[in-house]
């Protein structure tokens, strides 16, 4: 019994190449308020959108190997690049309930779509994967699905630029195609882009329903939970124990950022070495 | 007597974090056509210069472990991050001559200036580091140093911007508090930037010098060489030998890009795991 309940109290791990995943690590505080939360971003090798299915498939490894030394109940790759190349892999190698961020993304932009034609805007690795394109299609044999890639989103959400002109004019040539094909559904297939759901949106127009996958993967973590009995029934205090953050490189900078994301003050993040794991 | 024609055969180390030192290595190979190269890009660790001081030392160490596996005569540090932050440990573990960007593009623009007003434009942790700055005050009291760092110029680089109005319009940001302090002078600190040179100096106007490192690097090289009675005396042959590329992650992509850099065609480049070295 003591044994169950130390299982159900342990906290969820939560992982990405940065600071982008932090919006999934807000959607989870949000809707799942009785978790503890460690989460782990690889600051020192961000991004892994540039990056090949391999390298991230072994920076993915070794990150679930850290966290299982933080004996996290279950794992969520709250980086689409990550879910995108390494989740096969991880699934087969452990027994942790694992939650991605991209499934949860595309049953939602399947069902939300009226006239079959879904975008998805990510990094070139989550693109080049077509890993959204696989799970729709899959789903419903007639569904469109367009992808594009978009690289300069990250350092300009990265940069602050959230509501600035060159935003605009960026995201108005990488949606273009999008806009022409008429798509009625776009999934933000990168964890930075919730950060710029309204230039997004505005340049989108109002007839087209974005999709933040975050939100949806937050509901099927609940759900996973639920099923098997793994759900905490006690709010931990807030304070250290409650969220820990974990990064590979410069803690101090990840902190200021993710104050700006996450609604609780970040009281410490410590750097690892995560090429030990 | 043969020992002596195989070290001065051996070729060239040159580093970088990715693709920005094929600046570097193009005027190496320009100078100096009787040396051969053995070029690493860290792409699967790309950039460095968002990154911690210890992080991007603990990097060139490995990197430079990897070189001496190949033999190498001398090493040229080809990225400003790494210069500015590793030089001095490199040099206290390591007996080969070691070549960085920063000291000879520093010596350039204390002769260049007139005024005492010399900007540099660097990745994060360059300007952080302070280092072109305490190599110029050093050699010339009455100079005074302004750093500006533009986080944004090398994934507009790397995204084919380099003529193109974002790029004028984050550039014209970037750079008005330089023009605004009136600098006759302005160090390209950082291995992208001279592929969008003609950008900054549209900007920065006519009257102001911009400072390469790359050219001054490997004129230095040259001169250590000579010193140290290193230089190769015979012209290699075109060819996988004379010129070797090694990357940390997906060569094809780093392929493409040096190709548009590198007048010879890059024939190979090698894919290793540098995390065992």
Redesign the interface.
């Known amino acids: 019994m003591k044994e169950k309940e130390a299982l159900c109290n342990a906290p969820i791990g939560v992982f990405d190449s940065g600071v982008g995943g932090l919006t999934v690590a807000r959607e989870i505080m949000r809707q799942l308020p009785n978790e503890r939360i460690v989460y782990f971003g690889d ?4 991004p892994y959108g ?3 299915h391999d ?1 991230i498939t072994r920076y993915s490894r070794q990150i679930v190997r850290f966290l299982q030394t933080q004996d996290v109940k279950a794992i969520v790759i709250a980086c689409n690049s990550a879910s995108a190349c390494a989740l096969e892999a991880l699934e087969a190698e452990t027994e942790l309930p694992i939650i991605d961020v991209v499934r949860p993304g595309a049953k939602t932009a399947l069902e939300a779509t009226h006239n079959g034609k879904v975008g998805v805007i990510a990094t070139e690795a989550t693109i080049r994967s077509n890993i959204y394109k696989r799970y729709i299609e899959e789903h419903g044999s007639s569904i469109n699905v367009i992808g594009k890639a978009c ?2 989103f990250v ?2 959400v ?2 602050g630029l959230w509501e600035d ?2 935003t605009d ?2 995201a108005g040539r990488y949606l273009a195609e999008l806009i022409d094909i008429d798509i009625d559904t776009l999934i933000l297939g990168c964890t930075h882009y919730p950060l710029i759901r309204s230039t997004v949106g505005r340049i989108m127009g109002e007839k087209v329903t974005l999709v933040n996958p975050a939100y949806e993967t937050a509901r099927e973590l609940k759900e996973v939970l639920q099923k098997k009995g793994l759900e905490s029934d006690t709010k931990p205090e807030l304070g250290t124990e409650r969220y820990r953050f974990f990064v ?3 803690a101090d ?1 990840f902190r200021e950022f993710a104050n700006s994301i996450i609604p609780y003050g970040i009281l410490s993040a410590k750097a690892i ?1 995560i ?1 030990d794991y």
Chains 1, 2 share one sequence.
Not at 43 to 46: F, M, Q, S
């Open positions: 600051t020192a090798r961000v540039s990056k090949s390298t690289p300069l350092p300009l990265e940069e002109p060159v004019e960026i590979s490189d410069a900078k070495n090429e």
